[in-house]
Every structure is written in structure tokens, then in C-alpha cells.
């Protein structure tokens, strides 16, 4: 059965870190692009990050750009998005995803699977 679970998130002040890991089962993580997602009260689900296949690009929406890493680790079946400096607008919901092949999209419908999400609030 396919899953993919995030963990990792939590409450942090702001100019804190939080390191999200994204595990999957089910399939070949190393046939996927992987994507983060994120959705915050009110607002549609954004792309934030995503990491080609092994060895491949990544790629990063500007307002996380410098803060945020993304990396994966195919014989761990996990992806991590290491968040740092976080900012109050950084509070949402992240979700992770898989898209089939080997380049990554910020394209919300290029996502076949998806993770049931986990919290992250940044407050002082």
C-alpha cells in the first residue's frame, strides 16, 4: 500500500529551525520527483520545494529560497526539508508529494501522491 508520511513539525519561535522528513512506502523513491507543499489558514496549497530524481536539480519558491533545503535519501525512502530562519508567514500545514519521473514541478496537478500533511507554527 502506497503512503507517504510527514513528520517533523511542530511550534518554533521565530529565527528557529525545523527539520521535516517526508517517508515513504510503498514505491521506489528513486522513480519519483519529490515536492513540498504548504497550505496556511485561508490560503490554496503553494509549492514551496521540489528535488529531482537522485543527483538531480532543486528547485525553490522565492520566499523560501535561502531559508529552506530540500534533500532526499532513496535508501532511506525519505525526504527532508530542513527549514531554517523560519518567519511568522511560514505557519501552515506541509504536505509532501510524489510526482512519477525524473524532473521536479512546482505544478500542484504533476503530483500523483500526496502525504496527509504536518504542522508547522511560527510564533513568538
Known amino acids: 500500500q502506497l503512503q507517504i508520511v510527514e513528520s517533523g513539525g511542530g511550534l518554533v519561535q521565530p529565527g528557529g529551525s525545523l527539520r521535516l ?14 515536492g513540498w507543499f504548504r497550505q496556511a489558514p485561508g490560503k490554496e496549497r503553494a509549492w514551496i520545494s521540489c528535488i ?20 532526499r535519501d532513496d535508501a532511506k525512502n525519505t525526504v527532508y526539508l530542513q527549514m531554517d530562519n523560519l518567519k511568522l508567514e511560514d505557519t501552515a500545514v506541509y504536505y509532501c508529494a510524489a510526482d512519477y519521473g525524473y524532473y521536479c514541478s ?19
Open 21 to 34: 522528513s517526508c517517508a515513504v512506502s510503498g514505491f521506489t523513491l528513486a522513480d519519483y520527483a519529490m
Open 106 to 124: 512546482g505544478s500542484f496537478y504533476e503530483y500523483e501522491y500526496w502525504g496527509q500533511g504536518t504542522q508547522v507554527t511560527v510564533s513568538s
Open 52 to 71: 529531482s530524481g537522485s543527483g538531480g536539480p532543486t528547485n525553490y519558491a522565492d520566499s523560501v529560497k535561502g531559508r529552506f533545503t530540500i534533500s
